[in-house]
């Protein structure tokens, strides 16, 4: 079964810290995976898509590694604000004849001053 | 380039009435893709369109529905609502369809109110 999980649920760090999101799945055939940011009551914002030959691509103080062989994901976050303050979602891309989108339950991340 | 748009952004509905939402891609993007939230729960797709053509569907009983039009604006329908139905529904559209590796932009949502 098609499955995406992540890690941890939730998470509290100060402001300036870092910070790693984990994400685990059992999707296949792969076809590409994303990370989303969503703030409460908003849509979610994507931040990265990976397909199978991208290892780790960044998008500002965002960085997402992907680990094809083992099936995971991790997103970084580098020198935490307050604005990062929501909760992260990847969702992963079955290479299906519907190319069907499995989203995970997200991370809520808190960053406190 | 304007985003997606989503009409009406906050709606109140009694059990047993059904609601019509709408959803305007950005301009050019041919698929929208429906999702639902509920508090607290991740997204749960509902389903998508590409082309005037649902080419994925999630685990929704028939009461939810949907349709794309020739402009690709899409509309989504919920008959005989119930008091779970109440949530955030989301629309995103994309270039292309489904999970290849098109961004998705999503909409500010409506928020549904079933009282």
């Known amino acids: 079964k098609n499955q995406v999980e992540q890690s941890p649920q939730s998470l509290i760090i100060l402001e300036g810290k870092n910070c790693t999101l984990q994400?685990?799945?059992?999707?296949?055939?792969?076809?590409?995976l994303r990370w989303y940011k969503q703030d409460t009551g908003r849509g979610p914002v994507s931040l990265t898509i990976m397909t199978f030959s991208e290892n780790t691509k960044s998008n500002g103080r965002y960085t997402a590694t992907l680990d094809a062989d083992t099936k995971q994901s991790s997103l970084h976050i580098t020198a935490s604000q307050l604005s990062d303050s929501a909760s992260y979602i990847c969702v992963v891309s079955a290479m299906d004849s519907n190319y069907q989108l499995i989203w995970g339950a997200g991370t809520k991340l808190i960053i406190k001053p | 380039k304007a985003g997606v748009t989503q009409t009406p952004r906050y709606l109140i509905k009694t059990r047993g009435q059904q609601v019509t939402l709408s959803c305007s891609p950005i301009?050019?993007?041919?698929?929208v893709s429906w999702y639902q939230q509920t508090p607290g729960q991740g997204l749960q797709f509902l389903f998508e369109y590409f082309s005037e053509t649902q080419r994925n569907k999630g685990n929704f009983p028939g009461r939810f529905s949907g349709r794309q039009f020739s402009n690709s604006r899409s509309e989504m329908n919920v008959s005989t609502l119930e008091l779970g139905d109440s949530a955030l529904y989301l629309c995103a559209s994309s270039l292309g369809w489904g999970g290849m590796a098109y961004e998705q932009y999503f909409g500010p949502g409506t928020r549904l109110t079933v009282t």
């Open positions: 301009s050019g993007h041919r698929s």
């Open positions: 994400c685990n799945y059992t999707v296949s055939p792969f076809s590409n």
